[in-house]
């Protein structure tokens, strides 16, 4: 199969959606990418337009990432792009932008995070935990 991968540097531009789904953890989230450019006029740096991703998440990557992102967080996101092209009944025409997460992990170069490793028969992040019995 030919997918299109794709890598993208942004920030989480909404709380991540997770549900339980009969096939199994499914979560998704709104990704903003800005392009920064060297602005010569100005003699700064400068923003460029923003590019609004869905990103969609399955099994343990969904549940990891419901116990592990919030909003603003810098993230790099790896996966497949899908373009939808789609026209409403009214004939308005939309297109969308959908990436379906392979790896997700927090930008590093913009700051600190602490990895837990999830144990395989221990639950999720997103697992109540137990309480310590003293």
Same mark, same amino acid.
């Given at each position: 199969?030919?997918?299109?991968?794709? =890598?993208?540097?942004?920030?989480? %531009? =909404?709380r991540i *959606?997770y549900?339980?789904a009969?096939?199994g953890?499914?979560?998704r989230?709104?990704f903003a990418? =800005?392009?920064?450019?060297?602005d010569?006029?100005k003699?700064?740096?400068?923003?460029?337009?923003t590019?609004?991703?869905?990103v969609?998440a399955?099994?343990?990557?969904?549940?990891n990432? %419901?116990?592990?992102?919030?909003?603003?967080?810098?993230?790099v996101v790896?996966?497949?792009?899908?373009?939808?092209?789609?026209?409403?009944?009214?004939?308005k025409?939309?297109?969308?932008?959908?990436? *379906?997460?392979?790896?997700?992990?927090h930008?590093?170069?913009?700051?600190?995070?602490?990895?837990?490793?999830?144990?395989?028969?221990?639950?999720?992040?997103? %697992?109540?935990?137990?309480? %310590?019995?003293?």
């Amino acid at each position: 199969m030919n997918d299109t991968l794709v =890598t993208l540097v942004g920030n989480v %531009a =909404t709380r991540i *959606d997770y549900r339980e789904a009969p096939t199994g953890a499914v979560a998704r989230f709104r990704f903003a990418v =800005t392009s920064r450019f060297w602005d010569r006029q100005k003699e700064l740096w400068a923003d460029g337009p923003t590019s609004f991703y869905t990103v969609w998440a399955r099994r343990a990557l969904a549940a990891n990432l %419901a116990g592990s992102v919030s909003v603003g967080e810098p993230l790099v996101v790896h996966g497949r792009l899908r373009v939808k092209d789609e026209e409403e009944e009214d004939g308005k025409r939309w297109f969308s932008a959908d990436v *379906d997460a392979l790896a997700v992990g927090h930008d590093l170069s913009r700051g600190t995070s602490a990895f837990r490793r999830v144990v395989k028969g221990e639950g999720t992040l997103t %697992a109540p935990q137990k309480a %310590a019995v003293v």
